[in-house]
């Protein structure tokens, strides 16, 4: 057994990394399209107690977003997606709803079955994702019969 290999963390890489976005940064990126939604711009503290996470560690991830060029800062505000930042957020609310619209259909209640969704959601490819949406089409005007449990 080689013991000399450093050990790496495990980076969780959601289905499109290739800029280099990970998972809970896709996570981050949908929290913060919410808050701009709901109030017009996103902050550090919001941000950190939407996710139920520490701020040190919300601050961290809100630098390197901007770095990446997801976010841009608001002066006395706090930050705002930028273009590529809306577009990977949007991606994920979408691939979302769809989910909880199959899970649904499927007969599984999505409320029970959020932490299926908030993970799956970030591991469709573009071609499963329109196989998946057109499944849960289908199963609108096909129901399944109800399970028996
Ligand atoms: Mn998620």
Redesign the pocket.
Known sequence: MKSSSTPEAPRKRSAHDRAGVT?SM??YL?CIFDLENSKGYACVSDVAEALRLNRASTSIMVKRLGKLGFLRYEPYRGFALTPEGCRVAEK?RKRHAMLADLFQLMGLAHRDHLSDI??I??HLSDRAFRRFAELAEHLRTHPLPRSSR
């Open positions: 998972e896709e996570d949908e994920i908030e993970g959601e970030h």
